[in-house]
């Protein structure tokens, strides 16, 4: 699979409850009578690579279902189980989809390809009260050997500005243990020595801090516009990488849906 055909899996905004950019979600209570779909046409824009200065824009397809069990599929938050019925928690497992790297700059510098994967991990959510939730996520299988792991944690505060315009602030920090960090910031021996960038082995710590504005503006019970903006700040082993020319990644998604009845 293509790395553009992947990220139109992997990057849409959400429809009808949830919205997500990288691996905190926001899902609300599945439907508690019949199954919601909703699709549309959307824009999505993030990094060519991690650490890349470069930007991928492509134009998508978003889909969005929720069933009344709990099951869902999103190309915003991927494939999985809300295991919780409760309003003020949200729980359970998924899979989703992890970019590799195979991008012209990064082999010009001597960096080996890693491969597009299916990511996998739980997700916990808490919402003390109506404008604020509490969030959590765990994935595993990123990376050149499939064993990166990330846990993030973070939080979203949201307000309605208007009957029918929605708008939250994301705040968050991604902890990455050393196979993630190794595969997509580190520098082997081989590739030292097939390019131009010193050896670089980095060791499990926080990859970066992130926020962002999430938005929805609903036209009338079947149309909807969203969109979000997510910046992460690398930090730590990731941020002084000889990889990283850009210690800031923007990622931007817009879609109208279409919610059917």
């Given amino acids: 699979m293509t790395k553009h055909a992947f ?34 046409p959307s824009v999505a824009a993030y990094p060519e690579a991690p650490g890349s200065d470069k930007t991928t824009v492509l134009p998508l397809l978003g889909v ?8 869902f599929f999103s190309t915003d938050i991927g494939l999985g189980w809300n295991l919780s019925h409760q ?14 790297r195979s991008d012209d700059t990064s082999r010009s510098l001597g ?11 739980l997700y916990a959510n808490y919402a ?17 050997n499939g064993k990166g792991v990330q846990f993030e944690i973070g939080s979203t505060l949201g307000a309605r500005l208007a009957s029918n315009f929605v708008m939250g ?15 997509y910031y580190g520098v082997s021996p081989e590739e030292s020595a097939a390019g131009s960038l010193p050896a670089y ?19 009338n019970e079947q149309w909807k516009l969203s969109g979000q903006w997510l910046a992460g700040r690398l930090m730590g082993d ?20 279409y919610q059917f009845k």
């Fill in 7 to 40: 990220a139109a899996i992997a990057l849409a905004l959400a429809a009808s409850q949830a919205q997500a950019i990288g691996g905190l979600i926001l899902l609300g209570s599945p439907p508690e009578q019949e199954a919601k779909l909703s699709i549309g």
């Fill in 111 to 121: 960096l080996q390809d890693i491969g597009n994967r299916l990511g996998y991990g």
């Fill in 64 to 71: 969005d279902y929720y069933h009344p069990n709990g099951f």
């Fill in 169 to 183: 602030l994301m705040l968050g920090a991604t902890w990455a243990n050393a196979d993630h960090l190794r595969s």
């Fill in 128 to 144: 003390p009260w109506e404008f604020l939730q509490l969030q959590s996520s765990l994935l595993a299988g990123s990376g050149n």
């Fill in 238 to 257: 990731a941020k002084n990488s000889p990889v990283v020319r850009d210690r800031t990644q923007n990622t931007f998604s817009l879609t109208l849906w």
């Fill in 201 to 219: 082995a980095p060791g499990a710590d926080w990859s970066d801090v992130n926020y962002g504005l999430v938005g929805s503006l609903r036209f």
């Fill in 87 to 100: 309003k003020e928690w949200q729980y359970g497992a998924r899979l989703w989809p992890v970019f590799g």
